[in-house]
């Protein structure tokens, strides 16, 4: 009984053993983000933004993005997003109105959806010439320009729901590209536009960055050692 017992654990362990492991969101050197449809449920990524009117930026006027892959279902790309208006003097108000992305490949506008403080999925022209693929914005869904400037995440808090980019077949990796915020009621009156300072990988995919680099300096570490062998001998 005992060694059926052993021996069923160890089917069990190897079985474990061969399941591959589920992936991590890519950031790529351009600062874009590769999903694909292995990705692990929970894994994230965070874009930082500034705050700039027609090229000039606005001290103090930032934001953060952070998306989390959630799962694929159907033909959709399922996420769960969290903004927050990060702003501070000598910024004295701020509303973060819209945010969005490009996706390759394409995603369906009339197949995507978007719920929680940004309740409208649409595209188009942002804010000073910036175009968007997808923008999820809060108010008019005439384009990603049409919320009016109370209706966002002001100074100090965050918004948070769920995004499905939907595609007419389920592609087995996305990505998103070309990240942007749209502020309004700058300073009383004023609008802007954020661009990403910076793309940070979550704790999971920094580790196994990690066992990528230490497995690649354990390479060249046997390397070497062999090459030393035939001087030693």
């Given at each position: 009984m005992l060694n059926r017992i052993i021996i069923a654990a160890g089917i069990l362990g190897l079985a474990g053993a061969a399941a591959p492991a589920a992936a991590?969101?890519?950031?790529?050197?351009?600062?874009?983000?590769?999903?694909?449809s292995d990705t692990a449920h929970g894994d994230s990524f965070t874009v930082d933004f500034d705050g700039s009117e027609n090229g000039t930026v606005i001290p103090g006027l930032t934001s953060s993005l952070t998306l989390?892959?959630?799962?694929?279902?159907?033909?959709?790309?399922?996420?769960?997003?969290?903004?927050?208006?990060?702003?501070s003097?000598?910024?004295?108000?701020?509303?973060?109105?819209?945010?969005?992305?490009?996706?390759?490949?394409?995603?369906?506008?009339?197949?995507?959806?978007?719920?929680?403080?940004?309740?409208?999925?649409?595209?188009?022209?942002?804010?000073?010439?910036?175009n968007l693929e997808m923008c999820f914005k809060n108010g008019q869904n005439?384009?990603?320009?049409?919320?009016?400037?109370?209706?966002?995440?002001?100074?100090?808090?965050?918004?948070?729901?769920?995004?499905?980019?939907?595609?007419?077949?389920?592609p087995s990796h996305i990505t998103l590209s070309d990240y942007l915020v749209r502020y309004q009621a700058v300073n009383g009156d004023g609008s802007a536009i954020g661009k990403p300072v910076g793309a940070?990988?979550?704790?999971?995919?920094?580790?196994?960055?990690?066992?990528?680099?230490?497995?690649?300096?354990?390479?060249?570490?046997r390397s070497r050692s062999k090459s030393l062998l035939p001087q030693i001998a």
């Open positions: 991590a969101i890519t950031i790529n050197p351009d600062g874009s983000a590769t999903v694909t989390t892959f959630d799962s694929v279902s159907g033909n959709s790309y399922n996420f769960n997003y969290l903004l927050t208006n990060t702003s003097a000598p910024t004295t108000s701020s509303a973060v109105t819209a945010f969005g992305f490009d996706v390759d490949p394409n995603a369906l506008l009339a197949s995507s959806s978007v719920d929680g403080t940004f309740g409208t999925v649409s595209n188009g022209q942002a804010s000073q010439g910036y005439n384009n990603c320009g049409g919320s009016p400037g109370n209706q966002g995440v002001n100074m100090g808090t965050s918004g948070s729901g769920t995004i499905a980019l939907g595609f007419s077949a389920l940070v990988p979550e704790p999971g995919t920094w580790a196994l960055m990690l066992l990528g680099f230490a497995g690649v300096g354990a390479s060249v570490r």
